[in-house]
């Protein structure tokens, strides 16, 4: 997936598009922080992928180019879904018995920084942006995931819709038990 | 290596398990000041898997590891053997290698630039003219190697114990078990990647749920079933458990629970989860190697398949989703679990992907099967630490008439046992009264 690197600046979108990339993304935030998942899934296309890789500690090597955030992807991934297996993950949160979200954590999700780029298919954008996903659970139990979004977002009949998403997660191991919320 | 343990807590490990091991204390789960003596008296004697074999093909390749709470350096050398090295400068004291993983001509420590090969020994001192006599000897600078390194079926295991038993010795019959997944093919397994989490529980909570807790999933694990409503395959793996599930306790603290299939149940016996063997490609790679996995395990073992099993202290493996894990211990009250995807070596390349596509929707933090283990995990943790609560032993007593089978090796009973979870403490508790 292209990434940051081969930035062509946020100027191919017109300013309604950006906006309208703009308001999904912060609709789709809102949907997950009021926990409306079958709306979320609303938003995604059929074929739509969604990833989590792990990040790992990757040290520059002494006369090569410094360390790309790709460097440090590694093959394996905290989630690997497509939309079948989200819409399974949706329909355990709704079962009443999830008990790492029963009682459900309280999130709220910054989105900022949004860049759009043409993307690889006609009516496709790719959608830079950034997150802050920041998660009371229980009593006391806080957390925080930041980081990059990469998606792309795609034209259809139903307005924009989710086609695919890569994660880069700003940490090296996961702090906590529970990741069961989307990002 | 043994520090001195005041006399009076001393005094007290004989008493944190009842004889039979039906009585635990909760201070297993939260003291500080056990917690500070297990870490030389069980992590610093048992045999410790560290990583697979397959992590690291060629000479320089290493990774980071952990033995208990211990960085180690796991790497293969010039001759192609795999060393253990404590990831700490003999100088100072500076981690000399900060990555997770690479390819390694030296380790150079960052601090004052010493430089270590990949056998450990020390290569290089800046103005060493300058710093020390002309026949300095460098042959005991070298970084700190872990003295006994053993492997099975590409696991390493390291030993800080340089008078341990053999691995082949403690793992003993585990390795009959262990075999039906690791060894199913004549190329073995590799892994995939390493997924890391840490859970606010004591390492013994996650190692003894693995070691045949089987209990706890109809109530843990609830909302699985309860998304596949009326799944045929569903309703067969419960009952499935019922009737061929049976728990085995081992010498030296390993267990695990098991499936044994009825001979003529060709189906049952096959390994993975319906729903991994029902992604297209997977069933029928599976299907296709079932006949070279039977005749390498033999007329017992092909019908055997592993559920879950703990090979004492905190090595995890679950077989229907390919992976195994370590507990690291973190402090009394935390644990960072590091999870491993295995596939067969000679597999094709989609297999594999939906093998580790598999394992992250069910195992790890995001997984629908671990985020629930999880909260219970850290629930228990918490719950056992209170004043008052604290004073009183878990019971450990289900499963009182398991004895011996008369196909499996150990102490064999039907699924809802906590004999096996007996077995490790009694094995926790034996290595905790020698100091
Ligand atoms: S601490 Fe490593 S060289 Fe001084
Ligand atoms: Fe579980």
Known sequence: MSHSSDDTLGTAASLEEQHAVEQ???????????????????LLTDDCTYRVPIRENVLAVRGKPPVTIDDELSELAYFDDDKLTLAAKVLRLGTGTSWGENPPSRTRRIVSNVEIAPGENPGEHLVHSNLVLHRSRRVD???????????????????????????VLDMSICDSSHMGNFF | ???????????????????????????????????????????????????????????????????????????RDNAGAVRV?????????????????GNARTFFCVYHGWNFSRDGSLVG??????????????????????????????????????????????????????????????????????????????????????????????????????IAPGDPAAEQALKSVLEYGRNVALPNGHGGTFRVYPKDDVEGRLPGETALRDVPGVGEYLASIQAEAEERLGPVRKHLKIATCTTFPNLSLLGSNFTFRVAHPRGPMKTEVWSWVF??????????????????????????????????????TYGASGVGASEHAFHYGAGLDAGPHPELPGTVSRVYSEHTQRGMYRRWHDLMLVP
């Open chain 2, 85 to 101: 090295h404590l990831n700490t400068c003999p100088h100072r004291g500076m981690p000399v290698c900060r990555e997770d993983r």
């Open chain 2, 343 to 380: 596939v067969d070596c000679d597999a094709p390349s989609e297999v594999k992907d939906a093998m580790k596509k598999f394992f992250s929707l069910t195992f790890g933090p995001g997984g629908i099967f671990e985020q629930d283990d999880g909260e219970n995990w850290e629930g228990v």
């Open chain 1, 141 to 167: 139990q806080v957390s925080q995931f930041t980081g990059q979004r990469r998606d792309v977002l795609r034209r259809t009949d139903k307005g924009l819709l989710l086609a695919r998403r890569l994660v």
């Open chain 2, 125 to 226: 001192i800046p103005n060493q003219r300058a710093s020390y006599p002309e026949d300095f000897d460098t042959s005991n600078l070298g970084l700190i190697a872990v003295p006994r390194i053993e492997t099975y079926c590409g696991l390493i295991f390291a030993n800080h114990d340089a008078d341990a038993m053999s691995l082949e010795d403690y793992l003993g019959d585990m390795t009959w078990y262990l075999d039906t997944s690791l060894n199913r093919r004549a190329g073995g397994v590799e892994v995939v990647g390493v997924q890391k989490w840490r859970i606010g529980t004591n390492w013994k909570v996650p190692a003894e749920n693995m070691i045949g807790d089987v209990a706890h999933a109809p109530a843990t694990h609830s909302s699985v079933f309860q």
């Open chain 2, 1 to 75: 290596m043994a520090r001195n343990v005041d006399p009076n807590l001393e005094a007290e490990i004989p008493g944190l398990l009842s004889e039979d091991g039906t009585w635990v204390s909760r201070r297993l789960f939260f003291d500080p000041e056990l917690y500070e003596i297990e870490k030389e008296r069980v992590f610093g004697r048992s045999w410790l898997m560290v990583g697979h074999e397959s992590q690291i093909p060629n000479p320089g390749d290493f990774f980071l590891s952990f033995m208990g709470e211990q960085s180690v350096i796991v790497v």
């Open chain 1, 24 to 42: 999904f993304l912060y609709r789709e935030a809102r949907l997950l922080d009021e926990r409306r998942y079958l709306d979320w899934l609303g």
